[in-house]
DNA sequence: AACGCGGCCAACCGCCACAGG
DNA sequence: CCCTGTGGCGGTTGGCCGCGT
């Protein structure tokens, strides 16, 4: 058995106000106030109307200085700005716009607002798809110049972050790499990062060449760091950087988080992968597919921005301009180097 | 002119939180 | 602590309207 309804359905007057109404409701609201109690309110005046429905008519028409439509360029980034950071809490962004009411904002958002930013999300997802695409390709070139499998090695240390000592992102729905600054003889750095996905961890550092005493720190620190991970390490070496590989139990719970909304990493790594997601094929074809159903809290938040609200999260994203490419290839190869 | 379609927006629905008895 | 009434909120609906065919 249900809530009983806050009113007598039979009784009540459904649909669009008369303007008789209104007068009725806007007198006597601006004469006596609501008394504290819209249930009853309705009663008081002999409107024959739910007392959910008179406050609802009240806020969000009838109540002074209220603004209809013509929303500003301004306006709309505040909502941007403040869905980013808060999601679809209405009221809150309501109040931070004086005459608007959160049924006005939540139509104009999910009529137009939504559209425009993915109208502009796409033309930016193009544009840096090709991108990745081009790093893509350089790496593979230099992976087979090598004879290394894709992904193994990171030519682009000017990803690398340099003031974050650790931070995990989410690159599916249930699994996530982390990178983790690990320094040793106070010149370089490596870095970790785990794949949950087949418990593997490896440690790559920047350096062309390594001594043996060099990968023996590395090991060390790295041990260090995660005690019960690496239960084997093996190592590759070649010009451009160091791998370390190993396996065995990970844990998150010292890792530093980059930002405070798991929403806001997701969010961030749309910026790379984003409705539009292309596929980068061996044979060097790429595939590009559009979706624009379902569009959740990730897609749009990666394309908007505000200096006032969202600062941390624009740090976040330059920090997190890493190897966006470290995914999928790196999984495969090593999840083939376990069996 | 008639019809179908999609956009817009006011209003409704159902759930949750909270206060008071 | 439980129950009830109420306010508040976000998601959804349904009707109106304009536009294209």
């Given amino acids: 058995m249900g809530r009983a309804p806050c009113c007598d359905k039979a009784n009540v007057k459904r649909g669009p106000w008369s303007p008789e109404e209104d007068t009725k409701l806007k007198s006597y609201i601006e004469e006596h106030g609501t008394g504290g109690n819209w249930i009853a309110l309705p009663q008081k005046i002999g409107l024959k109307r739910c007392g959910k429905s008179c406050r ?129 003889n106070n010149q370089t750095s490596s870095f970790i990062k785990h794949f949950p996905s087949n418990n593997i961890v490896t440690a790559t550092t920047m350096n062309s060449q390594h001594s043996s005493r060099d990968i023996s720190l590395i090991q060390n620190q790295l041990h260090d760091l995660h005690p019960s991970t690496v239960s084997m390490v093996t190592t590759d070496t070649c010009h451009t950087s160091n791998v370390l590989q190993g396996f065995g139990n990970f844990s998150m719970a010292s890792d530093l988080a980059c930002v405070n909304q798991q929403q806001q990493i997701d969010g961030s790594m749309r910026v790379f992968y984003g409705l539009e997601t292309m596929d980068v094929a061996t044979n060097g074809s790429t595939n590009t597919s559009t979706s624009t159903e379902s569009i959740s809290w990730g897609d749009i938040s990666s394309l908007v921005y505000s200096p006032l609200l969202v600062s941390d999260y624009e740090a976040c994203q330059q920090r997190l ?3 966006q490419d470290v995914t999928f290839e790196e999984s495969s190869y090593f999840a083939m180097q376990t069996q």
């Fill in 56 to 184: 609802l008519r009240w806020l969000n028409y009838l109540r002074p200085n209220i603004k209809h439509g013509g929303f500003s360029e301004e306006e709309d980034n505040i909502i941007c700005s403040l869905y980013v950071t808060i999601g679809s809490r209405w009221s809150i962004i309501a109040a931070q716009l004086p005459g608007r009411t959160d049924n006005d904002i939540k139509n104009y958002w999910n009529t137009k607002l939504k559209k425009k930013l993915l109208g502009k999300q796409r033309k930016e997802q193009q544009a840096q798809a090709r991108k990745v695409f081009n790093q893509k390709q350089e790496i593979k070139r230099e992976s087979e110049d090598l004879m290394l499998p894709v992904g193994v090695i990171f030519r682009t240390p000017y990803y690398w972050p340099e003031q974050q000592h650790s931070w995990h992102i989410p690159v599916t729905n249930n699994a996530s790499i982390q990178y983790s600054n690990l320094n040793y």
């Fill in 321 to 323: 301009l890493m190897p």
